[in-house]
């Protein structure tokens, strides 16, 4: 099992590996480390429900970035034809774009678990959730790599809360909903993380293999709590990255009060269950 450990710190922008040669030896591995990061497969999954408005500047932005990103989109049938219009993407991102459709809304915690199998079995090395909307800064994408790329953690969470409330343009009600109900998790799990219900993460692919997906139970925002407290509770690293979260400005929030009540119940059910049934790891790729 793996030493639990928890840590906050600030990436700058400008993150530079510089390594100090002392000689042959240290020279080759500082050779062999960078190319293992020029080779790791990064895949950002983002599922989507009537994204039309948001769908295609956030292509062209995840696309421009350096780091060579791909992008998985999971459509649950969106009437507004976002699937439509990512197969006409696809022809200028060739290899690169890749889209799941599916039938009907089926759930958040779905589509992720549905884009965590496809990606493990295509073998990508980091894989992101991130949402369509631009409530997340798709720059933060590198950040959140750079903060597990040499594997001294295995989950990064782009945290709202690890550095004060970095919210803009919710309502205060909603701010004071979310920041409590992380302060609830903390209470009831003792997951020390401060912003739980987080949705802005890069895992790498150890985490997920070792996680029994089939038996991830929630589709909302308890499916985020659920992901992390099974990765912690598994002995995995975790660590916070501090972001920006802006409102969305375009397109519908899904949120709604039955997924708020499954967070509510859900983190109880987990506490209960790992007391239970404590966790183990499975080896499905």
């Given at each position: 099992m793996v030493t639990q450990k928890f840590v906050s710190f600030k990436i700058a922008d400008n993150h530079i590996l510089k390594p100090v040669i002392r000689g042959k030896s240290n020279r080759n591995l500082i050779f062999e480390r960078i190319i293992s990061f020029m080779s790791h497969r990064k895949l950002v999954i983002i599922p989507t429900y009537?994204?039309?408005e948001n769908i295609s500047d956030m292509v062209q932005t995840v696309m421009e970035l350096e780091?060579?990103?791909?992008?998985?989109?999971?459509?649950?049938?969106?009437?507004?034809?976002?699937?439509?219009l990512v197969k006409t993407l696809q022809n200028s991102f060739e290899g690169r774009l890749h889209l799941i459709e599916r039938a009907g809304k089926l759930g958040l915690g779905t589509?992720?678990?549905?884009?965590?199998?496809?990606?493990?079995?295509?073998?990508?090395?980091?894989?992101?959730?991130?949402?369509?909307?631009?409530s997340h800064d798709p720059k933060d994408l590198i950040r959140l790599y750079q903060a597990i790329k040499d594997r001294s953690f295995d989950?990064?969470?782009?945290s709202r809360y690890i550095t004060g409330v970095n919210v803009v343009n919710w309502p205060i009600g909603r701010v004071l909903m979310?920041?409590?109900a992380s302060k609830y998790?903390?209470?009831?799990?003792?997951?020390?993380?401060?912003?739980?219900?987080?949705?802005?993460?890069?895992?790498?692919?150890?985490v997920l293999e070792k996680i029994n997906l089939d038996a991830i139970q929630f589709i909302g925002y308890a499916f985020q709590i659920e992901m992390k407290f099974t990765a912690w509770k598994l002995g995995f690293?975790?660590?916070?990255?501090?972001?920006?979260?802006?409102?969305?400005?375009?397109?519908?929030?899904k949120m709604s009060p039955g997924i708020f009540k499954e967070a509510v119940l859900g983190v109880i059910w987990m506490k209960i269950k790992s007391i239970i049934s404590p966790f183990q790891s499975v080896k499905s790729y």
């Open positions: 009537n994204e039309l780091e060579n990103f791909e992008l998985l989109i999971l459509d649950d049938g969106s009437p507004d034809g976002t699937a439509a589509a992720y678990i549905a884009g965590f199998r496809w990606a493990l079995a295509r073998k990508y090395d980091f894989i992101f959730e991130m949402d369509c909307d631009f989950l990064a969470i782009g979310s920041y409590f998790v903390n209470f009831i799990t003792g997951l020390p993380i401060q912003d739980a219900t987080a949705g802005f993460k890069c895992y790498h692919r150890s690293k975790l660590i916070e990255v501090p972001i920006i979260f802006t409102d969305r400005t375009r397109g519908q929030s």
